[in-house]
Nanobody, 122 residues
Framework: LQLQASGGGLVQSGGSLRLSCVVSGFSLEIRAIGWFRQAPGKERERVICQSSTGGLTKYAGSVRGRFTISRDNAKNTFYLQMNNLQPEDTGIYYC????????????????WGQGTQVTVSS
């Protein structure tokens, strides 16, 4: 089981990025997915997650209204669309998969991507 994250980069405040996570070894349709981030000097936090059916999505309060999660089951890929990025969104973003539910915690996801750096300049 592997997850491969990509799409990070440097963007100005107010800009947008879309992160991708390509999954191999299991089907997105049967498991929950999530995105976490780790800012410099801080603990990793759950940014957004989604249940296997897509019926439940949970957001960190700081990203609600700006970030969305989506999936393309045919491509076994899920995405994090980030709009109106702010400097406090800077960090390493990790995709997480094969969860049994939309969990707030790292332990809820047995498989992780390698992380992609997002840097937002003011």
């Amino acid at each position: 089981l592997q997850l491969q994250a990509s799409g990070g980069g440097l963007v100005q405040s107010g800009g947008s990025l879309r992160l991708s996570c390509v999954v191999s070894g299991f089907s997105l349709e049967i498991r929950a997915i999530g995105w976490f981030r780790q800012a410099p000097g801080k603990e990793r936090e759950r940014v957004i997650c989604q249940s296997s059916t897509g019926g439940l999505t949970k957001y960190a309060g700081s990203v609600r209204g700006r970030f969305t999660i989506s999936r393309d089951n045919a491509k076994n890929t899920f995405y994090l669309q980030m709009n109106n990025l702010q400097p406090e969104d800077t960090g390493i973003y990790y995709c997480a998969g094969h969860g049994y539910s939309c969990s707030d915690y790292e332990r809820g996801y047995p498989h992780w991507g390698q992380g992609t750096q997002v840097t937002v300049s003011s």
